[in-house]
């Protein structure tokens, strides 16, 4: 099956049809864009991160504490998952690069798959956390509660940071959606992929920014004398 | 990227090759603070971040041979990492409202109590 790339087309008043001149035909400057759009999402979670670092000076020992309790299993697990979903969504964009239409579909069904098994393990995660109390405005996390400051400070963050990350998963899934609406369109094809490598390359910067979450989260705690789950 | 010089077998070599790396950098991830660098797991943690990060950035999101992107992605984190670093380091170190933030008096209050809390109590 020949996937010949469709156009966009806009029509005026009068019914003229014309082929619109856009990130399609100038793949340079769409990847360049694409690259300031991911330093504008390092400089957002740079911020949380450096929010995180400064607590962290302030409250040493319960940021220690407070990682050792997390699940490491389950966060590791979902490392694991999103290391693998960054290589289908690589070898997809292969795919589509050496006219493997089919095929790269599938990589991009399979890389869906396993940012909803991801998005699952979180939620699961959270309703073991919320159980023992700890949530955003929940339980443990309230001014009054006796957990130490510190740790909810750590919590308040952990919460936040993993929450929008999970966010950008699902954003990334509708992404992935709209580019198999795409190809399917033949809106984008082996000559024509700009818009796939924006989107493997925004699956990338997801998976780039849950390899330092994890750590920073996860592991930081797990070597101490306080032990963890 | 031109798709008519586009060796399959060999960029999927590559694509393999960083997975496995990947994937013996998130055991490492796992068995340090057991087996080195265990009085600063912190350290060692992030350590082990940047490296894959660096494996991501040039091979799966293609960084290596952008000529073009490179410099201007080294220029704008150059930029990201004054304001980040330096600027906003100067001005936490001199942080004039100590004692009147939430946050920074019952750090001291935490850190002052820090023996009396001990950690062990937490599971």
């Known amino acids: ?229 | 990227m031109d798709t008519k010089t586009i060796n399959y077998q060999e960029e999927r070599k590559v694509y393999y090759k960083v997975l496995v790396a990947l994937l013996i950098l998130t055991a490492i991830t796992f068995i340090q603070p057991h087996l080195f660098m265990t009085g600063s797991t912190f350290l060692a943690q992030m350590l082990i971040a940047v490296v894959k990060a660096y494996l991501i950035v040039m091979y799966y999101m293609h960084l290596k041979g952008e000529k073009l992107i490179i410099p201007m992605v080294w220029f704008a984190m150059s930029l990201v990492t004054v304001f980040f670093i330096i600027v906003i380091g100067i001005d936490v170190a001199n942080f004039q409202f100590g004692a009147e933030s939430h946050i920074t008096a019952a750090a001291e209050h935490s850190a002052g109590a820090v023996h009396t809390t001990p950690a062990s109590t937490h599971h």
């Open chain 1, 1 to 229: 099956m020949s996937h010949e790339y469709v156009p966009e087309i806009a029509t005026d008043r009068e019914g003229n049809e014309y082929e619109v001149q856009g990130w399609q035909g100038d793949f340079y400057a769409g990847k360049l864009g694409f690259w300031l759009f991911m330093l504008t999402e390092v400089m957002m979670f740079g911020a949380m991160f450096l929010a995180l670092a400064y607590y962290n000076t302030l409250h040493p020992q319960d940021f220690l504490d407070a990682s050792a309790s997390l699940n490491r299993v389950l966060g590791g697990t979902n490392t694991v998952i999103l290391l693998i979903s960054a290589l289908t969504m690589g070898l997809g964009f292969l795919k589509m690069r050496t006219g493997d239409v089919k095929g790269a579909k599938l990589m991009i069904w399979a890389t869906i798959l396993l940012a909803i098994i991801f998005l699952v393990i979180k939620g699961f995660e959270w309703r073991a956390e919320y159980n023992h109390g700890i949530f955003l405005l929940h339980d443990q996390l309230l001014p009054e509660s006796s957990l130490p400051f510190g740790q909810k400070l750590f919590f308040g963050l952990y919460f936040t940071m993993t929450g929008l990350h999970g966010v950008h998963i699902i954003i990334g899934i509708g992404l992935m959606l709209w580019l198999l609406q795409r190809i399917n369109a033949d809106k984008v094809t082996p000559e024509h992929h700009i818009f796939h490598l924006n989107i493997a390359l925004y699956w990338d910067i997801v998976h780039l920014i849950w390899v330092f979450v994890f750590p920073y989260y996860y592991m930081i705690g797990a070597g101490g004398a306080t032990g963890g789950h």
